[in-house]
């Protein structure tokens, strides 16, 4: 499977983004996927997943209310509503795919080239 993350961008505080992540080659329907982010200095971290169907989906506490996952097999994407963005959002996001959502980023089987957002003041 080979994923492309696109979306990010610069944006300020309490504005909004949408992330999308396009799944080529074996049948992405197959698998969860995931966000995953990177801040600088810091290790990557969960951000939301979906199971395989869309009917299961969760995000992380440090962004529930304000995040949304979602996905639409038949486009082979995976989405990330981000609203109410904060500087502390700023980071590389990442999608990842594998067979169930983890927390632990090690886990996954595939990733994402990764997509930059930066949330100003």
């Known amino acids: 499977v080979q994923l492309q993350a696109s979306g990010g961008g610069l944006v300020q505080a309490g504005g909004s983004l949408t992330l999308s992540c396009s799944a080529s080659?074996?049948?992405?329907?197959?698998?969860?996927m995931a966000w995953f982010r990177q801040a600088p200095g810091k290790e990557r971290e969960f951000v939301g997943g979906?199971?395989?169907?869309?009917?299961?989906?969760t995000v992380a506490d440090s962004v529930k209310g304000r995040f949304t996952i979602s996905r639409d097999n038949d486009k082979n994407t995976v989405y990330l509503l981000m609203n109410s963005l904060r500087t502390e959002d700023t980071a590389v996001y990442y999608c990842?795919?594998?067979?169930?959502?983890?927390?632990?980023?090690?886990?996954?089987?595939?990733w994402g080239q990764g997509t930059q957002v930066t949330v100003s003041s």
């Open positions: 080659g074996r049948t992405s329907s197959d698998y969860a």
């Open positions: 979906v199971t395989w169907s869309g009917g299961y989906t």
């Open positions: 990842a795919a594998g067979d169930s959502i983890e927390y632990d980023y090690r886990r996954y089987d595939y």
